[in-house]
């Protein structure tokens, strides 16, 4: 919510509204913008019905002066005679704005708690699963062809425009590192073999039909160890079929990209050691990820792979010897024939839905566990008709009762 609303205060505009997935279920939507980072909004899960007056509702409201203000139940929070500010900015804005104070709001075993103080104390506020099973902190969202529309828990409803337009000359890209890379002179090196300039009038811009033009991503192209934090921009170069081997390698601030629908082999080491990375809009048309090619991501929380992928190499998606990084869900298309051996290890992995009827080939006994000993809680869905296959299948039958029927087609 947050987000949002500093977005609005910066005109920032919204580039995509994408749906997360679960087991064919939309759970929940990533938000894209063109300047801010992603934000994931998951939808409200059905809880206990609440008491009527008991729910606290957190929301936001425009004041007089223009600033968005924290309320509760409608109502603006008020610290030391003070409202605070939605968006958090710095110096004194508005005749009543605190400096720069930001609330944090969360959620612990379903009740809200709030912190005034950047989280040193935290207060109870009430159930955070209000009246007929919805949640209080749940946001409604839809949009037409120019704007997306967040409905609050409270009713008040926040118009963000969005911005899909291609017609435009020049890609608007959200980091300026990335815009350089893509532009930069540096492309222009004769001494790189099977290297073109992807800027081909040298005006220091990169049009849509120039990144068009880009059949491929690859390790001398500069991308490799640099700061880039963001590559939403990729889906433009719908000519791109492949990510070459360590393309993206140890882009530790990388932290969202889109890979365009045309791609279809991620090669190895393409994204290790990305580990910032937490969102993935995967390309509908990946049949290959290769050995370690998101080795270190430790911080992707879901990996939802299209329809079509069919082998997921060696290492691909392994972790850290660390359990204090953030858990997993996978969800493995139909399509899925193997998976190398190491390839979701050491990832804290609470779910895996494999949607295959065949059990996949699994290239040895440590696909999915850790070396922290938890890996007997997690979870594998595989299809209600299948459940006896993967008991029986090679490495897979090591999974016992963690094997439990799923039916897909809900």
């Known amino acids: 919510m947050q987000t949002i609303v500093t977005a609005l205060q910066n005109n920032d505009y919204i580039t995509s509204v994408d749906p997360l997935t679960e087991n064919g279920k939309v759970v929940g939507y990533t938000i894209k913008f063109a300047k801010s980072n992603p934000i994931v909004i998951y939808n409200g899960k059905d809880g206990a019905d609440g008491v009527d007056g008991n729910t606290p509702v957190i929301g936001v409201k425009k004041d007089t002066d223009g600033i968005y203000y924290w309320t509760l139940d409608g109502e603006f929070i008020v610290v030391d005679g003070q409202k605070i500010k939605a968006q958090g900015t710095d110096g004194n804005n508005g005749a009543d704005g605190s400096d720069g104070v930001t609330p944090k709001l969360e959620i612990q075993e379903g009740y809200w708690w709030i912190s005034y103080d950047n989280g040193t104390n935290w207060t109870q506020l009430g159930k955070a699963t209000g009246e007929d099973g919805k949640d209080a902190d749940s946001i409604k969202i839809t949009q037409d062809e120019n704007n997306v529309y ?48 992807w800027d081909k009038n040298l005006d220091g811009e990169l049009s849509y039909q120039e990144a068009a033009n880009v059949k491929y991503i690859g390790y001398y192209h500069y991308f490799h160890g640099s700061a880039i934090s963001s590559f939403n921009e990729l889906r433009y170069f719908i000519g791109v079929t492949y990510i070459g081997k360590e393309a993206f390698k140890d882009c530790s601030k990388l932290y969202t990209i889109v890979i365009p629908d045309n791609v279809k082999t991620i090669e190895q080491n393409a994204f290790s050691g990305c580990s910032d990375l937490q969102f993935v809009t995967w390309g509908n048309n990946i049949t290959d990820i290769q050995d370690r090619a998101f080795y270190g991501c430790t911080s992707l929380r879901f990996i939802i792979l299209g329809d079509y992928v069919e082998t997921i190499g060696a290492y691909a998606f392994y972790g850290a010897s660390s359990i204090n990084i953030s858990t997993l869900r996978v969800t493995l298309p139909a399509s899925v024939k193997s998976i190398g051996d190491y390839a979701f290890h050491n990832r804290n992995v609470e779910f895996v839905y494999c949607k295959s009827l065949t059990p996949p080939f699994l290239g040895g006994a440590n696909v999915f566990g850790n070396d922290w000993g938890t890996s007997w809680k997690c979870k594998y869905y595989v299809p209600m008709s299948a459940v006896d296959d993967y008991k029986k299948a090679p490495y897979w039958k090591d999974l016992g009762d963690n094997i439990v029927g799923y039916d897909f087609t809900e």
């Open 150 to 197: 967040f409905e609050l828990a409270d009713g008040t409803v926040i118009t963000m425009p969005q911005n899909n337009d291609t017609t435009t000359q020049n890609i608007q890209f959200a980091d300026p590192i990335t815009k350089y890379l893509c532009s930069s002179q540096w492309l222009n090196s004769s001494n790189i073999d099977n290297l073109n300039s």
